[in-house]
């Protein structure tokens, strides 16, 4: 299985702060790789997939980079809606594994 | 609109059998690759396999080979994940995915059925 190493696992930030989370695959998955934002009690939904392309309805703040082993989500301006945990999945070997997801808490 | 429907809330003692439904809706559920993914609690995602509805073609993740049976019955556009004898440790919520193409992101969720197990 390829491994997918998500950090921080944790991120305090103030509204207005931009945030960034890092997801590192233990092989090259090319841009077979997507960000997922799930909040409490609620399924995840996609934000962005092929490591860049934002999904329909997605708020331009969240955009995506990267290639091969390393990827990175960017919030650039933190609302209190984003509020959340966010997780990386690659898509290039099956099983499609996630990383262990970040946790973004407004201060 | 583009759904995926999931059975309700169950809970089994350890030991028992119980089996899951995914309904999908609004497109051709034929076509599109269905997977099941855990979620236990307070933890991460975990993708336990993937179905092909048009041929059954039935792809476990090695962790979960043997311990679950994906299924479908495309006559009703729905699939199956189930247990034998279920476990303490299979209490999770277990969702069932779309991915949007072969390689490709989860773009349709269901609503996650809520499995406990406990004596």
């Known amino acids: 299985d390829i491994h997918m190493t998500q950090s921080p696992s944790f991120v305090s930030a103030s509204v207005g702060d931009g945030v960034t989370i890092s997801c590192r695959a233990s092989q090259g998955v090319s841009t077979w790789l997507a960000w997922y934002q799930q909040k409490p009690g609620k399924a995840p939904t996609l934000l962005i997939s092929?490591?860049?392309r934002l999904e329909r309805g997605v708020p331009r703040r969240f955009s995506g980079s990267g290639s091969g082993t390393d990827f990175t989500l960017t919030i650039a301006s933190l609302q209190p809606e984003d509020s959340a945990t966010y997780f990386c999945?690659?898509?290039?070997?099956?099983?499609?594994?996630f990383g262990q997801g970040t946790k973004v808490e407004i201060k | 609109e583009v759904q995926l429907v999931q059975s309700g809330a169950e809970v089994r003692k350890p030991g028992e059998s119980l089996k899951i439904s995914c309904e999908g809706s609004?497109?051709?559920?034929?076509?599109?690759?269905i997977g099941w993914v855990r979620q236990m609690p307070g933890k991460g995602l975990e993708w336990m396999g993937l179905i092909y509805p048009a041929d059954s073609d039935i792809r476990y993740s090695p962790s979960f080979r043997g311990q679950v049976t994906i299924s479908d019955d495309k006559s009703i556009n729905t699939a199956y994940l189930q247990w034998s004898s279920l476990k303490a440790s299979d209490t999770a919520i277990y969702y069932c995915?779309?991915?949007?193409?072969?390689?490709?992101?989860?773009?349709?969720w269901g609503q996650g059925t809520t499995v406990i197990v406990s004596s």
């Open positions: 092929a490591a860049s």
């Open positions: 995915v779309r991915p949007s193409g072969v390689n490709s992101a989860v773009d349709v």
């Open positions: 609004g497109y051709s559920f034929s076509t599109y690759w």
């Open positions: 999945q690659q898509a290039n070997n099956f099983p499609y594994t």
